[in-house]
């Protein structure tokens, strides 16, 4: 199947909101509210397949200076397998690249993914402590299986 990989809208936050939903009851990602992705609605990109539904998303956030984070990065289960969470990680690492971002991180429970998109393992205290900071205060430290990975952008 063919998909379009384009910056969301706001008629995709719904959308957005139940992929998110959908992953996080599975344990897969942190659920993120409705009025969250209202607000940082600019930082997401959807995949949309030939229909016009909404069938990927990812965001990219800055994090600090010339740091910025993947998040939020879904594809449902019927369309896993065919480059799409690829394809949406390629398009925010290349904005972010314009915005003059040098390096990226992820926290995630799929290591293995990112290591196919040229991240390595890093140790989280080895991003800036504002990042880790707010691990102290999930709900899920200390138990937290997240492996933090960076890539640096080609310049
Ligand atoms: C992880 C996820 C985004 C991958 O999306 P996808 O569209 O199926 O991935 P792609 O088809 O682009 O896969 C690209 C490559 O990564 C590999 N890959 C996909 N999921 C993987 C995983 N969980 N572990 C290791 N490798 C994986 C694929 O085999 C493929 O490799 P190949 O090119 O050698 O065939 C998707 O499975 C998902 O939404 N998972 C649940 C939410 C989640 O864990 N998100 C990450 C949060 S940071």
């Known amino acids: 199947m063919a998909f379009t990989v384009r910056k969301a809208r706001i008629s995709d936050v719904q959308s957005i909101y139940d992929l998110l939903k959908h992953m996080a009851a599975k344990g897969l990602l942190l659920p993120r509210s409705l009025s969250n992705l209202y607000e940082m609605v600019q930082t997401f990109w959807v995949g949309e397949d030939e229909s016009g539904r909404v069938v990927g998303t990812v965001a990219l ?39 003059g971002v040098e390096r990226m991180f992820v926290l995630t429970y799929v290591p293995g993914f990112f290591e196919k998109m040229g991240y390595a393992e ?3 205290a080895s991003l ?3 990042i880790w900071a707010v691990c102290f ?3 899920h ?7 933090a990975l960076v890539k640096d952008l080609p310049r």
């Open 61 to 99: 956030q800055v994090a600090w200076e010339t740091l910025g984070e993947v998040r939020s990065l879904a594809v449902s289960e019927d369309c896993g397998g065919q480059g799409l969470g690829q394809a949406l990680t390629r398009a925010i690492e290349a904005e972010a690249l314009t915005l």
């Open 122 to 124: 890093t140790p989280l």
């Open 128 to 130: 800036p402590q504002k």
């Open 137 to 139: 205060q999930c709900v």
């Open 141 to 147: 430290y200390p138990d937290c299986k997240e492996t």
